[in-house]
């Protein structure tokens, strides 16, 4: 199966991360994807300070889902689909996944927040596992494949051939210009996402925005740690790659002796 990894610029608005869900979307169709993953929280657009964030409604965001639905069904391609979500206990940031005829499977909640994040969502209490076209497949949201490892071995002891990881790194207006993907010197995001693959023996795809300071690059790691593809830094684009879920074997999660630990 052919994945693919959206790379878009941080949205204006709903209305302009609609577009870019809609031309990137084409563009992972035109390459033969099969599904496309984008950032975290891309509608409405990450908060991130400096930024302004259109403010969000749950009418606004059901409106942007059944948009979101008509481009997966007219480009006949799955999308991960992260964005605020409401229920009646509140705000979540969450990950949808539409199937390529526009069905709406169910989401992923991010249940691990980062500490900046606590007056912004709720946590979720739940984790998923999703499958398309035979591939099954869980979600991790930021904080938590980078800091929470135990979220990427619950989906891979689940027979998750990959782990998509949605996130958000970086900014358009101050930070350091990184100019080599997995430098000794970069931030570590990268570094865990090799490991978050190797250590699990999956294949693990990190998508973040497009910025000119970017603390990350979208990636998609093979189950033996290596980078089949890696978006250039400060470059708006699709990656695409065909994967072999036969490689995905999950060898070193399911030797994991959990009972060690429960027995602590």
Not at 6 to 18: E, H, N
Not at 59 to 75: G, V
Request: proline residues 6%.
């Amino acid at each position: 199966m052919k994945i693919a990894i959206a790379s878009p610029p941080f949205p204006k608005s709903i209305a302009d991360g609609l577009y870019w869900l809609e031309k990137m979307t084409k563009e992972a169709a035109v390459k033969q994807a099969s599904l496309v993953c984008f950032p975290e929280s891309f509608i409405p657009g990450y908060p991130l300070p400096e930024l302004s964030i259109e403010e969000t409604s749950p009418e606004k965001l059901t409106d942007a889902l059944n948009t979101a639905s008509a481009i997966a069904a007219a480009n006949n391609i799955t999308i991960i689909l992260p964005m605020d979500w409401y229920t009646d206990k509140g705000k979540f940031n969450i990950a949808h996944v539409i199937d390529n005829t526009g069905k709406v499977l169910g989401y992923q909640a991010k249940n691990q927040l980062d500490p900046s994040e606590d007056t912004l969502w709720l946590p979720g209490t739940d984790r998923h596992i999703f499958e398309v076209d035979g591939l099954k497949f869980g979600i991790v949201i930021c904080h938590e494949g980078f800091r929470y490892p135990e979220t990427v071995r619950w989906a891979a002891r689940r027979d998750a051939a990959i782990v998509f990881h949605p996130h958000c790194s970086g900014s358009d207006v101050s930070g350091t210009e990184l100019t080599e993907f997995r430098d000794k010197n970069n931030p570590y995001y990268e570094q865990a996402t090799m490991m978050r693959a190797l250590e699990n023996t999956i294949y693990f795809a990190s998508s973040n925005y497009t910025s000119r300071f970017s603390e990350s690059a979208s990636c998609i790691i093979a189950p033996d740690g290596s980078c089949l593809a890696n978006q250039p830094y400060g470059k708006v684009g699709v990656i695409v790659v065909d994967i072999d879920s036969a490689k995905a074997t999950a060898l070193l999660a399911n030797r994991f002796k959990h009972e060690a630990l429960d027995a602590v």
